[in-house]
């Protein structure tokens, strides 16, 4: 009896341990997620990652970091192949940082064509290098124009300004500093400040290289968007005197508490207009494109060399991109998907009696698929943080007024072509 007993104990000791193996080989492993923290646009996917890994079996342990760590981690990382993630998280302007010097995994094999040829042309093209996709975006932020309705009308300015002589005119005419109301808000400090620079230099006829990859960012044009940038802060005076260190959360919630009639921000910004502990303008603002073109701005989801867990990571990027999470991510934060699939979708099923503000609207993404074609990107090539870098010294000095526009940017002329090797 004891015999058959053992014998019935090391069969079920067998079944249990082949089973648990089992379920190890169809859990998959653990993926190891890098992103930025506090980023509504991100945390509405991450919260929906338990059905991810119920759908998978595949595990996956989010790491966030402050925005301003994560490049210089994530770079040290991937140059030393330590395998400390396996899908990370990296601003758009900065991928050919990560690219040239090898330290992203091409993504062709791993995803389906169907997939990559779903993605909107300018994110395609501007993640493929030699016909290798490195990246895909998480999110596509573009920043446009939000005004505020009731001061418009009260002012009697029937539609948003629609070019840069509007905007100064209209900012002129509804800058009331006394009543703690600024005629613009802008970002200008660290990168958003770079960001806001680069626009009003593309709204002037400028840029910051040249098509053949030449720094022109001390043009005539260039130095003129930068002349309105000062102007606006140290001249007309309708930009709020601390727009010097602002950020993009800096902007938001300024404009969300009234204290300015127009904001250039990112479509993310809607779910704070919209909270009532935190917004005394819902229901009193509408949405503009800018008086010129804008940078297009986002995350985008790369597999760094030396990443343990790749063809898992690969799973999980396919579906943060995927319309559960794409289609969670859009309706709640307000951010846009790079897919053309899923905007298509949010126009289709949007309601067509709410405002274009309502991220739950068909105008909305109607609105945004006009702008996603005609948006532009900073300058593609490894020596781009490098670049923010020296255009973040030329705006502060021409912002504080110790060098003229024209000084400012000869200076960074200079600079940037020194970094780019000219």
Known sequence: MRSKLRYMIFITVICLTVLTLSAMAVSGGIVRYLAPAATPFSDAVIRLLPEFEKETGIKVEVILLPFDQIFQKTILAASNKTGE????????????????PGYLVSLNKYLPTSFIDDMFPVHRDFCTFNGELYAVPHSHDIRCLYY???????????????NPKELLDYAIKLND???GVYGMLVAGSSIPGVWVLSDFIEWMGGS???????????????????????DMLLKDKVLAPGTPNYKWNDTRHLFS???????????????????????????KYGMAHLPGPTNNGGKLLAIPVGAKNIEDAAKLLQWIVGPRAQMEMCQVSGTLSPMKSIIDKLIAEGDKSLPVSNPKSSARWDFYKGIVET??????????????????RALSSALAGTKTPKEALDSANNEITDLMGE
């Open 148 to 162: 505020r309705t009731d001061l418009l009308e009260k002012a009697g300015l029937k539609e948003p300004p629609k």
């Open 177 to 179: 500093p006394q009543n």
């Open 208 to 230: 910051i290289l040249d098509k053949d990859g030449k720094p022109v960012v001390n043009s005539p044009e260039a130095v003129a968007g930068l002349q309105l940038f000062v």
């Open 85 to 100: 993630y396996d899908l990370i998280q990296l601003e758009r302007p900065f991928l050919p940082a990560y690219v040239e």
């Open 257 to 283: 508490k009234g204290n300015a009639a127009m904001v250039a921000e990112f479509n993310d910004i809607v779910p704070l207009l919209e909270d009532p502990e935190e917004s005394v303008v819902s229901g």
């Open 375 to 392: 948006a532009y990107d900073l300058p593609r090539t490894s020596k781009e943080p490098d670049i923010e870098q020296v255009l973040q």
